[in-house]
């Protein structure tokens, strides 16, 4: 049956050139820049809220918290997509892990054990649920749907 009839072309058919997206888009030097930056911020903020959450302890936790969930979430949102969030992530937990370390004298950053056990945790957290929250609906689009 399939050699009977020829098949009818669509004309108006829209193009299927669709962009892609996430890790399968090709490499931009502005978004690896953006990334780097991003990457940047965490450490930063890695490092200051090392040093507030141990000096303010717990309201200097909670700020070191809010400040790495507005970091992760704003890149997430910046970019769009999931490496958005976890460039800062990286670059925060690179720098806390390094901080863990001490010093050659002995001493540590961290001023006790809950503090740290909570920031650690509590970050490591944060950034895994902005990595894998879901998009944003975009502005403006149409579902399809009568009534929505």
């Known amino acids: 049956m399939s050699g ?27 978004r690896i820049a953006a990334l780097l930056g991003l990457a940047v911020l965490g450490a ?9 959450q ?7 936790l909670v700020l070191a918290l809010l400040a790495a969930t507005g970091l ?7 970019m769009g997509t999931q490496p958005g969030a976890l460039a800062p992530a990286a670059g925060w937990l690179i ?3 390094l901080l863990l ?5 002995g001493d540590y950053v961290f001023g006790n054990e809950l ?3 909570l920031f650690m945790l509590g970050g490591m957290a944060i950034a895994v649920i ?12 149409d579902s399809g749907r009568p009534g929505k």
Do not use: K, Y
Request: proline letters at 12%; glycine letters at 16%; one cysteine or more.
């Open 54 to 60: 141990s000096a303010w302890f717990p309201g200097g």
């Open 130 to 141: 902005c990595a894998t929250m879901s998009r944003a609906p975009q502005l403006g689009a």
């Open 44 to 52: 930063l903020v890695g490092i200051a809220g090392t040093l507030v």
């Open 101 to 105: 370390g001490g010093r050659p004298e």
């Open 4 to 30: 009977s009839r020829p098949r009818a072309t669509r004309t108006n058919a829209p193009p299927r050139d669709i962009p892609a997206t996430g890790l399968a888009a090709p490499l931009n030097p502005r």
């Open 115 to 117: 503090g740290l056990a």
């Open 95 to 97: 720098s806390v892990i």
């Open 72 to 78: 992760f979430h704003g890149g997430r949102t910046l």
